[in-house]
């Protein structure tokens, strides 16, 4: 059993964490209520601005759309940015799948646009020893889906002279294990029940496991890339749900002499059959993954994502969509990077003008060539 963080008795509260992603009533996260609970920041209009004028380019549709919405400290990265002083990027990914579905893409597709706007190195962690733990997978299993999706994380296109990536089962050992004992040493097992909501019956790996994710925010972690800049900053984009591991490792890191690590932290993606959560990989059918056909696209599309369109056609020209549910618009927002053209079917759709099938169609699209643009970058 799970023992899940803030779970009253009787009543069913929203729980974000990395292993559980479920909202109040199976209704929708209140992302609101999880910046106050967490201790984050929320993305203003000014931040958005502030990043427009350094980096000379328009945000990200990521961020103009408020799918990155939350932060930690980003304003001093960016004041450190101004003076001239770099940091570097981590993000990461627990492979748990043979492929990669839209919403694993996207702290990756967001991750390769900060290092091209700030042109800064990244680190993508594979966090192998923690699927072989709460997976249950075997640790040659584990690590053989590393190595898929490490394909796929390629695939996105980083810049490949400023980018390492690794495996934890590979890579830990001398100066990131060094690291990993000394942030151990500054967390109580109180402290890890309290943020992870561990139990009496987790075995000891899982316990354990938090420093892993911990370390790569530390340059002194990577001494081949940061060897004698001990000081530059991390900036770590991932989904909220990562957030307990940050919070831990930005407690730890004064007390061991070390920068706190910034972040950046997105909203999640929501299943095709409507927001309730993020994305399963283990129901085929609610998720639309890098690895499927133009034809298995507009399939799923068409049979499964959930449309907020009216059930009869009159009924539609008269009442239009509800967008608040709609999967299809919800998906365009995400990925149709036209600003014009996304308000102009928020007009039509909404006031039902515009059918569903006609955003269904107009998705496939944009999913296909967004996928087989995926698919072409990998085989480079
Ligand atoms: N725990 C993450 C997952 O299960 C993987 C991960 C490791 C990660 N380090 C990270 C995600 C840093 C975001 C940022 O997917």
Redesign the pocket.
């Known amino acids: 059993m799970e023992k899940r963080e803030g779970e009253g008795e009787g009543e069913e509260e929203q729980v974000v964490n ?1 292993w559980t992603v479920s909202a109040k009533g199976g209704g929708k996260i209140d992302y609101d209520k999880l910046i106050d609970q967490f201790g984050c920041q929320r993305i203003d209009q000014s931040l958005v601005d502030r990043i427009h004028r350094l980096t000379s380019r328009s945000p990200h549709v990521f961020l103009r759309r408020g799918v990155f919405f939350a932060h930690r400290d980003l304003n001093e990265i960016l004041d450190a940015y101004e003076r001239g002083e770099k940091f570097y990027l ?5 492979p748990s799948s043979e492929a990669l579905h839209l919403g694993h893409l996207i ?1 990756f597709m967001f991750t390769k646009y900060l290092q091209e706007a700030f042109k800064v190195p990244l680190v993508i ?1 594979l ?1 192998d020893d ?1 699927k072989c733990m709460w997976k249950n997978l075997t640790v040659e299993e584990s690590q053989r889906l590393a190595r898929e999706n490490a394909k796929d994380i390629i695939a996105c296109g980083f810049d490949v002279t400023r980018t390492f990536i690794f495996s934890d089962f590979d890579y830990v050992g001398g100066a990131f294990y060094k690291n990993m004992v000394k942030v151990g040493k500054c967390v109580t097992y109180n402290k890890v029940v309290g943020i992870f909501g561990f139990t009496g019956e987790d075995h000891i790996g899982k316990v354990s496991f938090p420093p892993v ?1 911990a370390v ?1 925010s530390f340059p002194s972690s990577f001494p081949h890339l940061f060897g004698g800049q001990d000081n530059l900053r991390c900036l ?1 984009p ?1 989904a909220i749900d ?1 957030d307990p ?1 940050f919070r831990m490792t930005r407690d730890v890191a004064p007390r061991i002499g070390y920068q706190k690590p910034a972040l950046i932290e997105s909203s999640f993606f929501p299943a095709m059959q409507g927001e309730t959560g993020k994305m399963s990989a283990s129901d085929p059918n609610s998720a639309i993954y890098v690895t499927d056909s133009a034809k298995e696209i507009k399939n799923k599309i068409n049979r499964y994502a959930f449309s907020g369109g009216q059930d009869s056609i009159e009924k539609h020209r008269e009442l239009g969509a509800n967008l608040e549910v709609d999967i299809p618009f919800k998906y365009l927002s995400f990925f149709l990077d036209d600003d014009a053209k996304l308000e102009e079917i928020r007009k039509e759709y909404g006031a039902g003008r515009m059918l569903t099938g006609e955003v269904k169609q107009l998705l496939i699209q944009v999913l296909t060539g967004l996928v087989e643009r995926h698919v072409g970058l990998g085989l480079l």
Do not use: A, L, M, S
Not at 90 to 94: A, E, F, K, L, P
């Open positions: 990395p981590y993000t990461g990914r627990g702290p962690q966090t923690e994710q790569p770590i991932c990562q591991y």
